[in-house]
Nanobody, 125 residues
Framework: QVQLVESGGGLVQAGDSLRLSCAAS????????MGWFRQASGKEREFVAA????????YYADSVKGRFTISRDNAKNTVYLQMNSLKPEDTGVYYC??????????????????WGQGTQVTVSS
């Protein structure tokens, strides 16, 4: 199994920045990709960004492209989400997740095997 712990959430104003971290432990050698998803109150969990662990190929939702950057530190088994120019609609609980199955589509919830507990991001206007 893979255990994930997110950190870095908080309350910020529109236009501010935050950096989320997700530290993985356990069977990290099995990780193919890591992703970030978010869930606003009353809404479904939605894709934000993903990165393949070895190649570092990145994927972004259109709503965050150009504002968010996903990166990873293989030595620390940690993935980051740098969030700039935050908007109120970015508010939600942010979850990191791991895919061990070499899925073709990393933009959906289904392929991910392990999930963190989530960290709250609140952006005030």
């Amino acid at each position: 199994q893979v255990q994930l712990v997110e950190s870095g959430g908080g309350l910020v104003q529109a236009g501010d920045s935050l950096r989320l971290s997700c530290a993985a432990s356990g069977r990290t050698f099995s990780m193919y990709a890591m992703g970030w998803f978010r869930q606003a109150s009353g809404k479904e969990r939605e894709f934000v960004a993903a990165i393949t662990w070895r190649a570092g190929t990145t994927y972004y939702a259109d709503s965050v492209k150009g504002r968010f950057t996903i990166s990873r530190d293989n030595a620390k088994n940690t993935v980051y989400l740098q969030m700039n120019s935050l908007k109120p609609e970015d508010t939600g609980v942010y979850y990191c997740a791991v895919d061990t199955g070499r899925s073709f589509n990393l933009r959906v919830v289904g392929p991910y095997d392990y999930w963190g507990q989530g960290t709250q991001v609140t952006v005030s206007s």
